[in-house]
């Protein structure tokens, strides 16, 4: 009977339509979940019946189903935080997190270390990442990203380059250099700092004397109370070598005749530090870069050391390349490690596993997991989250649709349902 159909159609679009107004209420509900993605009820109609046959036409519908329900992975905005450890992703992609029923994946940047210097997500689940090696170079092994160390060691000083210009007018020194008297037996002198094995530092004097035309002789000293076997105010020397340019003031090669500094308090003896002045001409170098020997004063560019004294952590911050860097109070940054990215070529068939995570399906495709900005895959914003993308407005218009929609299936059950009294009552009439 056709009223019966109706009322089983009609029973059709109250259930879907019901279950429509499920998935809208999930999205309002998680308006204020980081990383969370919407989803959309898709319907389709049931199989009609045909009043010919196989004959195109003649069909009278049999009502809707929901048919799917996709999720919409458009990008949230980010939003800045005071937290170091909150991350955002501007793209494609997810961080990578390993929990006890095993890896899953999450928009959800929100971070922190636990007791053990871990970096987890809010559930305690241990996010994965390439870890860095001692030289601080990412590598490409997928691991925890643990803080092993907040404290750092001192490094001796072991290498010193130095940029500078000596002047070709300078006057030739022909007495020499006199350590007892070092500024006036120099044309030139300039301080640096170095660091022993202790940490302590130490202020080193170079003094640079002329011996003849494109040649000159330097020498590094410290304070004789620093030095063991050496005096109050007065200097001793702990390294010597020898520069020599070319005529038109390129640094053609370098010596060091001498190099050995034995400080005091502890510290390692006989340590050696490599003195580089540029890359001259004898080793390959084009002799343009770092020293040279122009007509203009004599003055020193700048100086780098690669030493250090101990620190303690005194903060973290991730890049836009998703690198965990760590500050020390010494000065030093350390890189930790590079929070690794998952990319799969269909994200809508993820399966949603709760707590703002996912898991790899059949639909999904695999993971493709690398550092960020590569492949396709996002960029990493640091002391940022990502907001979900739930649109309020655009929900509740959602909202109102279904509930009409809801409400004129009902409306055509109740109707159905008149029509059926009217056949009952022909029948007792």
Known sequence: MGILSSMYTGVTGIQANGEALGVISDNIANANTVGFKTSRAEFADVVAKSLKGVLGGHQIGRGTK???????????SVTQTDKATDVAISGDGFFVVDTEEGRAYTR?????FNKDGELVNIDGNFVRGFRADDDGKITTKLDT?????????????????IAMNLDIRADVLQNGFDPAKPGETSNYSTGVTVYDSAGNSHNLTLYFSKQADNQWKWYAMGKGEEM?????????????GT??????????SQTIEQNA???????????????KFGDDILAGGTGLKGSTQYGSNSDIYKHTQDGYTAGT???LSFNDDGVLSAFYTNGVTKNIAQVAIAKFENNEGLFKAGSNMFKESRNSGAANIGGPNTAGRGKVFS??????????????????QMQRAFQANARTLSSSDEMMQEVLNLRRG
């Open 313 to 315: 952590l005194g903060g």
């Open 383 to 400: 002391k940022s989250i990502e907001s979900s993308t739930t649109d309020i407005a655009s929900e509740f218009v959602n909202l109102i």
């Open 243 to 252: 520069l020599q340019f070319t005529i038109d003031g390129k640094l053609q």
């Open 228 to 240: 063991v076997g050496g005096e109050a105010g007065k200097g001793m020397v702990g390294a010597s």
């Open 145 to 161: 990203i643990k803080l092993d160390r907040t404290i750092i060691d001192a490094k001796k000083t072991e290498n010193l380059e």
């Open 261 to 275: 500094f034995n400080f005091t308090k502890g510290a390692q003896p006989e340590q050696a530090i490599a003195f």
């Open 108 to 112: 959800n940047g929100s971070f922190n």
């Open 66 to 76: 929901l048919n799917g329900v996709t999720q919409i992975f458009s990008q949230g």
